[in-house]
């Protein structure tokens, strides 16, 4: 489970330091868990966020973090959201630190770009944008990663009791705007 | 008035027919005549057909390898010159603290006007001399 993961605390000793010099998996090995996982966390990133640069640096980011994280045995998938969880958090925490900071944040500006309001009914961040970050996350994972109510509770943190509620409304809102302009 | 909620437990099923392509006869006939379904079978055909249509360009594997080795060996330098810092400020304080009281000493102690405040200048070039030193060297 992913709620038994902790990240690795402060090297206490000569021995974790030198631990902490390491990857959590070889070069090999992260080619191979890369090749599956980039292109989906970054078009989940990209789709979260509204921006193709934004999700880039967080793609990096979020690879630099799983591999130096600790980690217990895991199977490809628990693996997979392991990272999705890292970067579902990144992107949260740019949202609250645009907000705080009162830039204007990335995905409203993709938003008000001219460019999406002409595509407005094809264009997919136009659509996404108008629901809630968190709601965003919910759809993406239930509908594109194909993410079973345990694995989308393990990604974005919430309880799993809470996943089926929360997706409803998401669900009826995104419907809602995809017949609005006219997706179907 | 907020609509009812209303759930279907073969959702999912849906969700995954419209992601695999694979539907069976039975699952078809549902989701024509479940709303649940067929909200979930909008949703999904449009993010589906959004996200078949995406152009996602990613790094080579290679490069966020690099990268991250990169970082990860700026991190250890960062934390092997931590404690040269810590030690660093504690002799400036030190130093700072020293040159305070020698001050205060040296105008107690001197009967003389002039050369307790030449002590002073004194004391007081050495000590921003200091602090400029060593405010340059944690630059």
């Known amino acids: 489970m992913i709620d038994a993961l902790t990240i690795r605390a402060p090297a206490a000793s000569d021995e974790d330091e030198a631990a902490l010099e390491r990857f959590v998996m070889t070069e090999a090995q992260f080619q191979e868990f890369y090749t599956a996982t ?26 630099y973090r799983f591999l130096r994280a600790e980690l217990p045995a895991l199977d490809a998938a628990q693996r997979k959201n392991y990272l999705f969880r890292i ?7 740019h949202f609250r630190q645009s907000k705080f900071q009162g830039l204007p944040l990335e995905d409203r500006a993709g938003a008000r770009n001219i460019a999406s309001e002409v595509e407005a009914a094809s ?10 970050h968190r709601e965003r996350e919910l759809v993406w994972l239930a509908y594109v990663e194909g ?9 974005t943190g919430l309880k ?5 509620p929360l997706l409803f409304r998401a669900r009826q809102k995104l419907a809602a705007l995809i017949r609005a302009k006219g997706g179907k | 008035m ?6 279907c437990e073969h959702e999912q099923e849906v969700a995954r027919a419209v992601r695999t392509g694979f539907w069976s006869p039975e699952l078809r006939e549902h989701a024509e005549r479940c709303e649940a379904c067929t909200e979930s079978m909008l949703v999904a055909s449009w993010l589906m057909e959004t996200e078949q249509q995406a152009e996602v360009t990613v790094p080579e594997a290679g490069l966020v390898w690099w990268k991250a080795e990169r970082r990860m060996r700026r991190e250890r330098v960062e934390r092997a010159l931590r404690p040269v810092l810590i030690a660093e400020r504690v002799s400036a304080a030190a130093v700072l603290a020293a040159l305070t009281v020698s ?8 009967p003389s006007l002039t050369s307790a405040l030449a002590g002073g200048v004194a004391v007081l070039a050495i000590s921003a001399g200091s602090a400029l030193y060593v405010a340059h060297s944690w630059k």
């Open chain 1, 38 to 63: 980039a292109r989906p966390l970054k078009l989940y990133l990209s789709r979260l966020t509204g921006s193709q640069t934004l999700a880039d640096d967080l793609v990096q980011e979020s690879y």
């Open chain 1, 87 to 93: 970067g579902t958090n990144l992107s949260r925490d």
């Open chain 1, 123 to 132: 264009d997919v961040r136009s659509v996404l944008n108008e629901i809630p």
């Open chain 1, 147 to 155: 993410a079973s109510h345990r694995e989308i509770a393990e990604v």
């Open chain 1, 160 to 164: 799993e009791a809470s996943v089926r």
């Open chain 2, 2 to 7: 907020e609509a009812m909620e209303h759930y």
């Open chain 2, 103 to 110: 001050a205060v000493w040296l105008a107690a102690a001197t």
